[in-house]
């Protein structure tokens, strides 16, 4: 059970300042321009849905039917999610949305996603392998 929380803080932890610095902040002017947020993007239920795939990513993870003490395993797992969520997140916008029908956005928000479970990836190996 403890791994289980502790896999989703890996996951909840990094992604929400990673999430609020990277399209708030540091690229804001590029998510402005395409309209991916409204005019006021709610931070609590962008926490809620972090801890809802934390704790479900967690889930996962720990019922795998795999010996879970590999970095190997547990990248694995964090590139398969991770390209779930993209396919999620960036086909659907880029499929849907005029404004964010570009290469910037198509990039930025793959780069992100790549940032977003590579931190996942490395603290769930801390959970898994080390505690």
Known sequence: MIKIILGALAYIIPSMP????????VFKKN?????YFGPAPSVPLAF????????ILSLTYAFLPIEHASVANVFAFASIMGIFFWSRVVVPSM?????????GFFFLETAYLIGQYALFGALLCVVYLFL
């Open 18 to 25: 990673w999430g609020y610095f990277w399209h708030l902040k």
């Open 31 to 35: 998510y402005d321009k395409w309209q």
């Open 48 to 55: 809620l849905a972090m801890f809802i795939q934390g704790t």
């Open 95 to 103: 499929a849907s949305h005029v404004t964010t029908r570009t290469p």
